[in-house]
């Protein structure tokens, strides 16, 4: 089974950038997109964005301008490039392709 491995993350004031990265243990058989999906404190998990047919890129509407989701010429790794973040931000990132997840990491954003 693919294992999925993240970077970056952490704590950031509000305003400020942060770049998650994704790698994968092995090629991967997946023909789906590579998503990025957060988990705010008391909410449920949502995508937050999708790559997919090489660079298609798709944002869930209140991150759309401030995120931007990316790859070289392979599959993985994937980057999400976060910018202008808000407190509303704050969550724990994980990326995600079929069925296999990443560990997920916390990004906090202070005011």
């Known amino acids: 089974q693919i294992q999925l491995m993240e970077s970056g993350g952490g704590l950031v004031q509000a305003g400020g950038a942060l770049r998650r990265s994704c790698y994968a243990s092995e090629n991967s058989q997946c023909l789906s997109s590579v998503n990025w999906y957060r988990q705010g404190p008391g909410k449920e998990r949502e995508v937050v964005a999708r790559i997919y047919n090489g660079d298609v890129t798709w944002y869930l509407s209140s991150v759309e301008g401030r995120f931007a989701v990316s790859r070289g010429n392979t599959r993985f790794p994937v980057y999400l490039q976060m910018t202008n973040l808000g407190p509303e931000d704050t969550a724990v990132y994980y990326c995600?392709?079929?069925?296999?997840w990443g560990q997920g990491t916390r990004v906090t954003v202070s005011s």
């Open positions: 995600n392709e079929c069925a296999d």
